[in-house]
Nanobody, 125 residues
Framework: VQLQASGGGLVQAGGSLRLSCAASGRTFSSYTMGWFRHVPGKEREFVACIRSNGGSTYYTDSVKGRFTISRDNAKNTVYLQMNSLKPEDTAVYFC???????????????????WGQGTLVTVSS
């Protein structure tokens, strides 16, 4: 699986962005898709994920109520709608995919087999 993330940019605090991650391959629907973010000097942080076949969604506490992850299996694409953005959301955002990840591991970056190249989100105050 190859992943291509896009949609990052510069936005003012309180604004919105939608990230997209396009995947190659014909078995997209069978993958759990995740979004992580990275700030230099910090660990890569779990943001959200959506289970295969349009299933359950999970979010880190700091984005609950502001971010929404969704997927369009017909387009092999996963989205991250980010609203009410804050300066602390500034990071490089990565999409990730894994086919057999178990629920207890969905927040662990090391458990995902496939990664996109990252897209920079900058939120100004």
């Amino acid at each position: 699986v190859q992943l291509q993330a896009s949609g990052g940019g510069l936005v003012q605090a309180g604004g919105s962005l939608r990230l997209s991650c396009a995947a190659s391959g014909r078995t997209f629907s069978s993958y759990t898709m995740g979004w992580f973010r990275h700030v230099p000097g910090k660990e890569r942080e779990f943001v959200a994920c959506i289970r295969s076949n349009g299933g359950s969604t999970y979010y880190t506490d700091s984005v609950k109520g502001r971010f929404t992850i969704s997927r369009d299996n017909a387009k092999n694409t996963v989205y991250l709608q980010m609203n009410s953005l804050k300066p602390e959301d500034t990071a490089v955002y990565f999409c990730a995919a894994d086919r057999g990840i178990i629920l207890s591991s969905i927040t662990k970056a090391d458990e995902y087999d496939y990664w996109g190249q990252g897209t920079l989100v900058t939120v100004s105050s």
